[in-house]
């Protein structure tokens, strides 16, 4: 955990480290819920014992608060992405949607998905209000299409080139969390049936 200077400039205490890894906890359990009326200062610090007074003290305010709880998951992501096995576009994109269909129901990223949900969007309109918290949601989305495309690394094949990486960085994410949401909405679709479908679409597409 981060020992992160607060706005006063000063490095936090044994005390005021114990109140800050409470506080960020605490977020993450509420927001991992993915009740989007859990995105409240207020309700994170009372739930956790601490007051308004704390956050300001530790994080100066919703904005210092906010990129905190998005730094802590940052500071996560890379125990989140397990090495690739196998040694084909087909193993690999099989792999990679396995992997990112299960990170969208950890806790780190139904945190995430509940505060962009109930905060201003696009990061654009955020950036005006919340600017560190816009940053560090932008770069989390940088290292996540990153993590995409150097799982691909390795990998020979005739439409496996930096377009269509990139490509695949941006549409298997998308898909998958169509996916979710459409789980989420209780519909009765089968969900495993349109994983396989997208799969073996994605698959096409980077084979060329």
Partial sequence: MSTTPGPT???????????R????STAVAMLGTGR???????MVAKEAGLSWGSVQNLFGDSDGFWSAVVDLILDAGPDLWAQPQSTTIAGRVAEVADL???LLESPYAVTVET???????????????HPRTAASIRHLDELAARAFVRFFEGIDGPG??????AAMSEV?????RSLRNERLLGTDIDLDRAHR??????TAYLEG
């Fill in 197 to 202: 479908a997208i799969v073996t679409m994605l």
């Fill in 36 to 42: 989007p009326e859990t995105v409240s200062i207020n």
């Fill in 21 to 24: 890894e409470k506080l960020l």
């Fill in 100 to 102: 990112y269909r299960a």
């Fill in 115 to 129: 505060m962009r949900w109930a905060l201003p969007r696009p990061l654009d309109v955020l950036a005006e209000t």
């Fill in 160 to 165: 496996l080139d930096e377009e269509r990486s």
């Fill in 9 to 19: 400039g000063r490095k936090p205490n044994r005390r005021g480290v114990a109140a």
């Fill in 172 to 176: 298997l994410p998308a898909m998958l």
